[in-house]
Each structure stands twice: as C-alpha cells, then as structure tokens.
C-alpha cells in the first residue's frame, strides 16, 4: 500500500473513516519531522499493536518560545516519508499551521503540576503548546493508541496525565530512548552540534549513568547532582539547567533514590540544547 499522505484533518478522519469500516485499528506517532530512528522505533512499537499507524509531522509554533529555534528547525519532508513508508507506517498527516490553528483559534489545555519543574520553569509554555496540539491530534485522528518516547519523558507523564484527566479513549505507549552506539540520545536537534559538540555530547549520558550509580550506592541527590553538574562543566558544557531525581510517575522532587524514580538533565552545548534521562533503577 503506498503512503497516505493527509495535508487536512478533513482527509485524515476519512482516512481512518475507510480503515475503521475495515475493522482495522489506528494507532498515532506525532512528530515534528526530520524523523530519525527514535521515532521509527515508535512506529514499529505503534505497529505492534495496531493495524494502522498515522505519523504525524507538524512543527508546532505552540510549544516554541519566541526567539528559539521554530525557524531553523531541520525540515526533511521527503526523507521523512521514505522513512515512515519503510517502517510499515500507513499514513502521514502533514497539516499546514494554518488547518491546525485557524485564525480565531483561541483555546489551550494546560496540565499543573507535572510541569512546575524539570523543563518546565526553563521553557514557559513549552508543555502548554505540546498538550493543546498533542490533544487536538488524538481528537482529530481519533486513534486507538498513541506512541510517545521516554526520551522526552516530562512529555510522556504530561501526555498521559492529560489522557486520564479528559477521559480521552486510546492507550499512551512510552518507548525507550534510542541511542547512537556512544550513547548520545538521537534527536532531531544532534545535527545542530558541531564536530567538536558531537564529541562530547555522548558525556551527557554517561554523566547520568554515573551519577545513576552514585544514587544506587546510597548517594544523596543532592551531592550526586552538584558531582553531576561539576562533570558536565568540566566536559566542556555551559549552562546546565537541571539534574534532577524524580519520582517516575508524579515527577516529584526526590531527596534520595525511593521507588520508581528517572534521573533528569538538560545542559547547552554550544547554541544546543539536550537533554536526556534515564530509568532507576536501571531497565533490566
Ligand atoms: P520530536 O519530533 O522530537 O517532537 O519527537 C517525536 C516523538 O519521538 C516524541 O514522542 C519523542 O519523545 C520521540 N523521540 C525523539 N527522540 C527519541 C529517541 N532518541 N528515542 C525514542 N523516542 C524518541
């Protein structure tokens, strides 16, 4: 079958319309594009349960603050596709800002208190702009399921908080993170690094297991956070935002390692920048 390509939610919904009077069940993968192969790894995940997979590729003006990087954010249309048709993806749904934000569009969905910390107080509105198109792309897609990466896990708890809270009826399928063989996370935002970033971009995540180390040992996150901070400075980082120890399903601030918990980071390099995290403890 070849790819489907939706520029309107008009098209989409008749679509899913044809799929759904075939009995098939629709799974979602939104996206913002320049798709590399975290997101293919959610489509093959979406894949396993459902006949149908939609990748939807939209660069949401939303969630972007002024002045970041909405307008040099790598666009790859072509390839993009080729992707998604290579994975088993059945359809892309593409809408211009104008389909999804007509003028007039006056409405947002905001979820509290998930978002008062990690990401949160350092991009205002960031998860405001990812809920409001996050819940527009379920409402129009109207998918059985939908596939997100822990990768971007504020985003993950975020997505299913606002799942159970509007009753919305598909299941959130979280993935875990793709890594480049040296352990950098991909993400569409690595081709920003220059050579010299890219050489110690992959420092980030063996930062994170270190100190991951440090916590199972009894460390204090206090203590493992400023060794943590110390280690991305002297890696050659700038700013570093947080690293946090949260709890894996409130995200709430924790003093020690208790439970399920995530150890989160954000640092610039250079004009870029990361952010990653990891499960503790350790996924088996
Ligand atoms: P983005 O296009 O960056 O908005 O990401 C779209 C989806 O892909 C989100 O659910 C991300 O969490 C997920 N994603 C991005 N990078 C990765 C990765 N390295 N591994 C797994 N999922 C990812």
Redesign the pocket.
């Known amino acids: 079958m070849p790819l489907a390509i939706a520029r309107s939610v008009a098209s989409l919904r008749a679509q899913v319309a044809a799929w759904r009077a075939a009995g098939d069940s629709v799974a979602l993968?939104?996206?913002?594009?320049?798709l590399?192969r975290?997101?293919i790894?959610?489509v093959e995940a979406a894949r396993q349960h459902c006949r149908r997979v939609v990748v939807s590729i939209f660069v949401n003006p939303l969630q972007f603050a002024p002045g970041t990087d909405f307008h040099r954010y790598p666009r790859s249309f072509e390839s993009d596709c080729q992707q998604v048709a290579a994975a088993g993806g059945d359809a892309v749904f593409a809408p211009p800002v104008e389909e999804m934000y007509p003028k007039g569009f006056a409405t947002e969905v905001r979820i509290a208190g998930l978002t008062e910390n990690l990401c949160g107080p350092f991009r205002p509105g960031h998860f405001d702009g990812v809920a409001t198109v996050v819940a527009k792309l379920f409402i129009q897609c109207g998918c059985d399921l939908a596939?997100?990466?822990?990768?971007?896990y504020q985003?993950?708890q975020v997505v299913r908080r606002m799942a159970a809270d509007l009753d919305l009826p598909l299941t959130i399928l979280g993935?875990?993170?793709?890594?480049e063989p040296d352990g950098l996370?991909?993400?569409?935002r690595n081709a920003y690094l220059s050579p010299a970033e890219r050489t110690i971009a992959p420092r980030l995540y063996a930062i994170i297991q270190e100190s991951a180390a440090a916590l199972m040992a009894g460390a204090t996150a206090a203590e493992t956070e400023a060794k943590a901070r110390k280690a991305l400075k002297d890696a050659g980082f700038g700013t570093v935002e947080y690293v946090e120890l949260v709890d894996a399903e409130s995200l709430a601030r924790l003093d020690r390692l208790r439970g399920q918990a995530r150890l989160a980071v954000a640092a610039w390099l250079g004009r870029t920048r990361l952010i990653d995290n990891i499960p503790l403890p350790p996924a088996p």
Do not use: I, N, W, Y
């Open positions: 993968v939104p996206t913002m594009g320049a590399h975290g997101h790894a959610l596939a997100f990466g822990e990768k971007d985003q993950l993935v875990p993170t793709v890594r996370a991909l993400s569409s």
